[in-house]
């Protein structure tokens, strides 16, 4: 049933169907980790008990989803090895250790504290608690330094030479690690998973503001959500600009095929809003498009020259359908986001943010919208990349395992069933947790003691005593 | 350089890799047992003693897969392709038990499903390592930097054998962990799988010793040629005295002596097999040498895993600590 793929493709596919998976749920937790510190510090910092309950709320949630990244994240440490060899081989003596220091540095920290930050508040008190809850957040911001850094050099390497072997050899690691695109790729991820938790927290309070279910935590978690909506989101529009600037310096056929420029412009390049990439005749299709925008947003000059893909070699062109749609899908997202954030300031000024009902519905709606923005954004970058895997160095066709088809055939399928059974369960039972916002006054309804702690003044101690001592 | 820093490494993903073989092979031997405790209320307090630390057990898995790829980038290139369907397997069975920790307390309708992925998933990823090593210890073949075999190599009786022997012996773990860390019925249960646990083990044990030799030459030569014959000797007696602590500790009910002892098993048939290895990574191919990264890379990883490693055993006993003693049956934030 293989015959019509090869062995590259598939893996390929496997390999983007895992790694799309997996980044939701880090894109999630790397922004509800640092909000369920931001709660928990509030909490001791104000004494004020919503936040505490909030931090109750998001922490089981936080532990589903972190648990759904544990374990595709275990896939992709290996896949490394299983699909792509000859890449492992290769660059392994550079982004091997990275990702081993992302491992010493990071998933250890996290994995240490996140048993005491899940169950551990009656054991050691609030205080170390606390320290558990940031030193979660803060190991997943680690973890995303080092594995941009690996994704950057793969974009942009630097700071290597090649032994006889075939080997890319580290020669100067500062190099390696702050490779050209590295502090742009970070900071628009880091910003990304803050929006994309935002607008899910925004979503989860609009939703309880809608049926009134528990509006004092539903306000202040919807409060707060916006607030980070409408701060951040412009800042993550200039730094995808300045993103965009650095791929254009370092990977221009990348930024072509986002633009959809087949061919060169010599006197200002138009910017395409929206059109379909014609392959076959080299241009796009029902295109509409502002005269000499493009040259302006990238080159600052309206008349500046923009080379197309027809400077490019044909073999070494990424595939431009695919970059072009997904960039504009994580354009129209991100706007989107920003539009949400102005409007709750203008809900804020006029002291609607709690009761404009369109406000809240829109927000549900845009619930999703990070995780969309996210996936996009990755596809732009990582198809935009093709056809190397190390850009410029190393051909995709190049890196793959010697694997049969059929072998590669069978553990994609096997993979996209498990990953839609379980983390589609898992899905289901994040959304129903977050249906499930108890009502302010009542008692929680919870299937265990600890969680009650979430209507008790204080680090309540819901049996009486300290335990395990 | 005087410093011989493929050793030095080769020492530390063996390290890292017994760390993970006895931390989640406790684990998943609490989730292999699962089937034998149909109780709700026992399933509860097994699943709450190992709760606060699995992920942290299995942040070595990925240390180890991590690591190889960093310091013996040859060595991780070529062994997972050859064992590519195991290590898929495993990947799976991983994913099915870490996500029931979470998943079987948000469904009571569903609860059932997430039991048989926690004990199905525990035992397949046992199943697998055990594939894997014993795929491992037969040999892979490499030409030109690349694995050579074919792609059911791994599947022989003997790594059906060892993968047997794996899924019993984190039994046996598990088994002593909860005569550890449990009460009551629940613990008396216990004692009498752990007990039949270790037989079985000391047996896997015996049959994998006893064919190993005969698969290689090398390993030949290794346990019947002097001096390192010696070790023929000395391993034995020491599981021997493992085992008569083990089998002591359980009569005696100790809570911790079967737990220690149990371990020390594990850590005796590892350095076995490490005796056996020695000086391959990837027998009978690459040597550590072979499949070692530049210098330049295991030098700058070297510096961090020094610094590092002791700081993370001290903050993973720190989160153990925390979690020392019995469960108590009431507690738990599910």
């Known amino acids: 049933m293989f015959e019509a793929f090869d062995a590259t493709l598939i893996a390929r596919i496997q390999f983007a169907f895992t790694v799309s998976f997996h980044i939701i749920f880090p894109a ?113 911001l680690i973890s995303a330094t080092w594995i941009l850094a690996v994704n950057s050099w793969m974009q942009t390497p630097a700071g290597f030479s090649v032994n006889e072997a075939g080997q890319f050899v580290p020669v100067d690691w500062w190099a390696v690690i702050f490779n050209p695109s590295f502090p742009y790729r970070l900071v628009h991820m880091v910003l990304a998973a803050y929006l994309t938790t935002a607008f899910v927290v925004g979503a989860c309070g609009a939703w309880h503001l809608l049926r009134n279910t528990a509006p004092r935590r539903a306000r202040t978690m919807f409060s707060m959500a916006m607030w980070m909506a409408a701060i951040v989101a412009p800042i993550q529009i200039f730094a995808g600009d300045q993103h965009g600037l650095n791929t254009l310096e370092h990977q221009p056929a990348k930024v072509m095929a986002m633009e959809g420029h087949y061919q060169s412009h010599p006197d200002g390049a138009p910017l395409i809003l929206f059109g379909i990439p014609n392959f076959d005749d080299k241009r796009v299709d029902y295109a509409i498009e502002i005269p000499k925008l493009s040259s302006l947003i990238l ?70 919208a990070g995780f969309v923005a996210v996936l996009a954004g990755w596809i732009t970058t990582e198809v935009g990349r093709q056809p190397y895997t190390v850009y410029g160095h190393l051909m995709t066709a190049d890196s793959v395992s010697p694997i049969e088809t059929p072998a590669v055939g069978a553990s994609l399928i096997a993979f996209i069933i498990v990953y839609f059974l379980v983390f589609g369960a898992g899905t289901f039972y994040i959304l129903r947790l977050m249906a499930r916002l108890p009502r302010d006054t009542l008692p929680e309804l919870g299937e265990g003691p600890i969680r009650t702690a979430g209507v008790t003044p204080g680090p309540a101690q819901p049996h009486g005593g300290q335990h395990g001592h | 350089m005087d410093i011989d820093l493929p050793l030095i ?40 003693s190992v709760a606060p630390v699995w992920d942290g057990n299995e942040t070595w898995l990925v240390l180890g897969g991590g690591g190889l790829m960093a310091v013996f980038p040859l060595a991780y290139a070529t062994v997972l392709p050859a064992l590519y369907a195991p290590i898929i397997a495993m990947l799976l069975g991983l994913i099915f038990r870490g996500v029931a920790f979470e998943y079987r307390w948000r469904t009571r309708r569903g609860e059932f499903l997430w039991n048989w992925a926690f004990a199905g998933g525990s035992t397949l990823a046992a199943f697998a390592q055990g594939l894997a090593l014993g795929a491992l210890v037969q040999g892979i073949p490499v030409e030109d930097r690349a694995y050579v075999g074919g792609w059911w190599d791994w599947l022989t009786p003997f790594s059906i054998v060892t993968g047997l022997a794996i899924v019993v012996g984190y039994a046996l773990l598990g088994a002593t962990w909860l005569i550890m860390k449990t009460r009551g019925a629940l613990a008396d249960s216990a004692r009498t799988i752990a007990l039949r646990c270790s037989f079985a083990t000391i047996a896997a044990m015996g049959i994998v010793s006893l064919w190993t030799p005969f698969l290689e030459p090398v390993y030949l030569e290794r346990w019947f040629g002097w001096p390192t014959a010696i070790f023929s000797v000395i391993v034995p007696l020491l599981v021997l005295g493992c085992l008569y602590l083990l089998l002591n500790g359980i009569r005696d009910r100790h809570d911790t002596q079967p737990f220690i002892a149990a371990l020390g098993l594990f850590v005796l048939g590892y350095i076995g097999i490490g005796i056996s290895f020695y000086p391959y990574i990837v027998p009978p191919s690459l040597t550590i040498w072979d499949a070692a990264a530049p210098d330049g890379s295991l030098a700058f990883l070297l510096v961090g895993a020094v610094i590092l490693v002791p700081i993370i055993l001290a903050y993973t006993a720190y989160a153990y600590w925390v979690f020392r003693g019995k469960v108590d049956p009431e507690e738990g934030y599910h």
């Open chain 2, 9 to 48: 490494w080769a020492g530390l993903i063996a390290f890292s890799v017994l760390a993970y073989v006895v931390l989640d092979g406790f684990d998943l031997g609490v989730g292999i047992l699962f089937p034998l405790f149909p109780e709700k209320h026992d399933r509860d307090v097994m699943m709450n």
């Open chain 1, 28 to 140: 999630f937790s790397i922004g509800l980790a640092s909000y369920l510190a931001v709660l928990e510090g509030l909490w001791l910092w104000k004494n004020d008990d919503v936040y505490l309950e909030l931090f109750n709320f998001w922490k089981t949630i936080f532990a589903v989803a972190f648990g759904m990244g544990v374990v595709s994240g275990i896939v992709m440490s290996y896949q490394f090895g299983t699909n792509w060899s000859v890449f492992s081989d290769k660059a392994g003596p550079v982004i091997g250790p990275l990702m081993g220091y992302e491992v010493l540095t990071a998933f250890f920290l996290e994995a240490g504290f996140l048993g005491v930050m899940l169950f551990g508040l009656n054991r050691v008190g609030p205080r170390l608690h606390f320290l558990a809850t940031a030193m979660v957040a803060f190991g997943t």
């Open chain 1, 299 to 368: 080159k600052h000059s309206l008349d500046a020259p923009l080379a197309g893909l027809d400077t490019i070699p044909e073999q070494l062109q990424p595939p431009v359908g695919i970059v072009f749609w997904s960039f504009r899908v994580m354009l129209l997202m991100g706007f989107s986001m920003l539009g949400i954030g102005l409007w709750s300031l203008w809900c804020r000024y006029r002291g609607t943010l709690h009761t404009n009902d369109w406000l809240h519905r829109i927000a549900v709606l845009m619930g999703p």
